[in-house]
């Protein structure tokens, strides 16, 4: 052997070598699941959850858990019609009902139906019955055409086991009493363990019941792996997918006033995404609603650079811009950054992207993506509220509740941005979660924020 393939030699197997290192450090990260404790199902009815329905505005999604084993299970729902104010009428609808089971254990799912809710001058009571087990009372309101109809929206959440955002969403609620929906971006759990899909409930509390809560599939919902395993409890919590699913795509598309959600599971095996990608292309040309809001959630464009979410952009970073969409709301990377493609006058064109976060996780923000708006240190969510004439994102800091950042986008004779919050300042910060976790990348952080600073 020459000195010269001697040395090619030397070089290809450090490399390999150099190779199986960054793998086996880089493993966990891309194959390793924390094991899912043993655990135990209530019998009675419990983590009773209202969401939206397949069927337009006034339908809705009850489901809940109970017990190992299949049973007869039912809801009965109490309405006072119009006019009729001494006569309550009861419905009683049958419950589908599903044995799942997960690394630790099993438990038995119901959902029922509530496909053209009668109106009721005075909203609804229901009970849910698994076997002969039977629940207390749950009230929500009676579903109404409105003007202007709103929703909180937030991104990963990723409680820990500690709990919390229980006070943290009670407050939102509390500030936002008349919204009609709360709709979650994906990671609402921290990993697919029954003991934090508990901490997600209680977290909700009465909110789960009051109003539809919808929520998408996000990493966090999924088992890692070559082929990846999403959650079965995630589809069986969030009805719709079970009458919106096309095979292992956990796709959804509801209408409310004038806007059309459509809902992705960009987290999915690549060779998914064609199916969804069609699925999407289809409805945003059959769309007639007046606002289009995709809702994703990995960033078509990340804070991170142009390489990353390259097959998710290859799906939908297309449609999107085609069919016009108006709000691109995504998650994922623990940082809030809001931003639209410019023309060469620099005018706004659809969408508005916005990536937003509401976990105690905070990751690095990158400064080279030419973004209109972005925020750290603290934890963020959106009041979004639409009408005939406008879509209004408000963003809201968690730690007090204030406006972070406010745009209005109006269509009527050409598209148009109003950015009200243009001028103001930026919270970029770095947040003790990430110096504590995240210490190696701090000085590489801190000059990164101070470079920004210089060039604005």
């Known amino acids: 052997m ?3 393939s001697k040395i090619k030699l030397g070089v290809s197997l450090l490399l390999v070598i150099a190779l199986i290192i960054w793998v086996a450090s880089r493993w966990n990260v891309w194959f390793g699941n924390p094991p899912e404790p043993a655990y135990n199902t209530d019998k009675e009815p419990h983590r009773v959850l209202m969401t939206m329905g ?3 505005e006034n339908s809705r999604i009850i489901t809940w858990q109970a017990d190992t ?3 007869e299970g039912e809801l009965k729902l109490f309405y006072q019609p119009a006019g009729g104010e001494d006569v309550v009428n009861v419905q009683t609808i049958k419950a589908n009902c599903k044995v799942v089971e997960t690394r630790g254990g099993k438990v038995a799912f119901y959902r029922t139906q509530l496909d053209s809710l009668p109106f009721s001058s005075n909203g609804y009571r229901f009970t849910v019955k698994s076997g002969d087990k039977t629940s207390g009372i749950y009230t929500f309101d009676s579903p109404k055409k409105k003007e202007t109809a709103s929703f909180i929206f937030m991104g990963d959440v990723q409680d820990s086991l500690k709990g919390l955002s229980h006070d943290l969403f009670k ?3 509390q500030h936002n009493t008349d919204t009609d929906f709360w709709l979650f971006g994906g990671d609402l759990v921290e990993r697919p363990i029954d003991g934090y899909w508990q901490v997600a409930f209680d977290d909700l509390d009465s909110i789960a019941t009051k109003k539809p809560v919808l929520g998408i599939s ?3 919902e999924y088992l890692k792996g070559v082929v990846k395993e999403l959650d ?3 589809g069986q919590v969030f009805g719709y997918y079970q009458n919106s699913k096309i095979g292992d795509n956990h796709v959804f598309s509801f209408a409310y006033g004038s806007a059309r959600f459509f809902l992705l599971d960009s987290n999915t095996d690549v060779w998914n995404l064609p199916t969804q990608s069609e699925w999407l292309e289809n409805l945003l040309a059959a769309c007639t609603e007046k ?4 809702v994703l959630h990995h960033p078509l464009y990340s804070n991170k650079g142009k390489q990353y979410n390259p097959m998710v952009k290859w799906a939908f970073g297309d449609l999107v811009k085609k069919y016009k969409v108006d709000l691109v709301l995504q998650a994922h990377e623990h940082v809030y950054a809001r931003w639209n493609d410019k023309d060469e006058k620099g005018n706004y064109m659809p969408p508005v992207y916005l990536s937003t976060y509401c976990s105690p996780k905070q990751y690095q923000m990158h400064f080279d993506v030419p973004e209109d708006r972005i925020g750290t240190n603290d ?3 959106q009041r979004i509220s639409f009408n005939a004439d406008s879509l209004n994102i408000c963003t809201y800091t968690a730690s007090d509740h204030k406006v972070y950042d406010h745009i209005c986008i109006t269509k009527a004779d050409e598209y148009k941005v109003n950015d009200l919050f243009k001028d103001a300042p930026q919270k970029v910060e770095i947040s003790n979660w990430f110096k504590l976790n995240k210490g190696r990348h701090l000085k590489e952080y801190e000059a990164d924020i101070e470079k920004w600073k210089n060039r604005r």
């Open 291 to 294: 606002w289009k809001i995709v």
């Open 379 to 381: 934890r963020f969510y």
């Open 171 to 173: 407050a939102i609620d």
């Open 54 to 56: 397949n069927y337009g």
């Open 232 to 234: 079965p409890r995630l």
């Open 69 to 71: 084993m299949a049973q």
């Open 218 to 220: 996000g990493n966090h």
């Open 2 to 4: 020459t000195k010269k």
